[in-house]
């Protein structure tokens, strides 16, 4: 049964861990992984998330199953989030979110669902794209196509490029979007972008799916959702994949959600019982924990305010980082402008190294990144900087 199959490649992200745990060097760093590292190089436990755990487990409550949509606390309060507390969309029985496991689950559930419905099974990702975005895809049955999104010259958004490419797409295509803090490049759209962007995608009659995997990583949480805030002003249907991964630090729990704006209230009770056909046949029903505790944070103003204060500490820390990488490299000889670094946006630097410069920088130095030269500023600390940005001149300058 077994033997014809092979090796299948190893997840060019995910991978990077093996060969990680594999090297015996003391020193080694990994900046593959998109994963936020506090200054002592460990994942955090946000204080918000403790006491939200603590409170749950003193209720020592039963372990019965979720509706298939999941917890309805949850699902309100991801909508709050998304679209602000005044939003009319709150109210008005077009919005309707399930639960999922992680923003993997929310692409994946939402993949499911549309694949259903369309007949043109067409999505369009960014080029370049988060690596999984066009392996989900095509797992659920679609072609997968890139517009343009950037520009290496300038380090930023090749807009003009993506506009066309939107436009040029069959009318009707899927058209996802990076929410805020683009993966893998850092590099986001203005505010009014995202209005031009909106303008051909609502003239191609294209559908917008918005993966926000970083919501609060950019400036605040609610900056970070201005596209969300502006699709939904333009009474486009749409999708939002939510990941809470990052932002509450919860990778290992499985938090997401996927959110549609439908155009009516009547719309909406059908949408989700076709929804959840998708979820009872994958997977029935979420889990519990991770979406009680989120739902608790979200809805609890001190807890709400302490987890923004840790969200700004993340924050911070990551831009601290960006900073004194780019005085390092320039105090370690780079001539080449590094200012971009300090400009882009989330946890990653998209570094501009080679796919041989990063081969060399795990060889050579036990440092390990993405090979499009991704790396993930979020691990970077006070102990491991000086020997990254000294690798990463040798590298660049020989
Ligand atoms: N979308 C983007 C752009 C991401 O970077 C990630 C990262 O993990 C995800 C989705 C998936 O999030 P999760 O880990 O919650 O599945
Ligand atoms: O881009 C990243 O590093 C994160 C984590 O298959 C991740 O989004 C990477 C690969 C993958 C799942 C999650």
Redesign the pocket.
Known sequence: LFSPIEMAPR?P??GLNEAFNADTRADKVNL????YYDENGKVPLLRAVQAAEEARVAEHAARAYLPMEGLAPYDQAVQTLLFGTDSPLLQSGKLITAQALGG?GALKLGADFLYRLLDKRLVAISDPS???HRALFEAAGFEVVNYPYYNPTTHGVDLEGMLQGIEALPEGSVVLLHACCH??TGADLSFADWTRVIDVVQRRKHVPFLDI?YQGFGDNLQDDAIAVRLFAESGLPMFIASSFSKSFSLYGERVGALTLVTESKVESAMVMSQLKRVIRTNYSNPPTHGAKVVAKVLTDPALYELWEEELAEMRDRIRLMRQALVEKLKAAGVASDVDFIQHQRGM?SYSGLTQLQVATLAEDFGIYA?GSGRI?VAALNHGNIDHVANAMAQVLLT
């Open positions: 997840d992200i995910l593959g992984v998109g994963v993997t988060w690596e999984n993966n893998p995997a990653f993405v993930c």
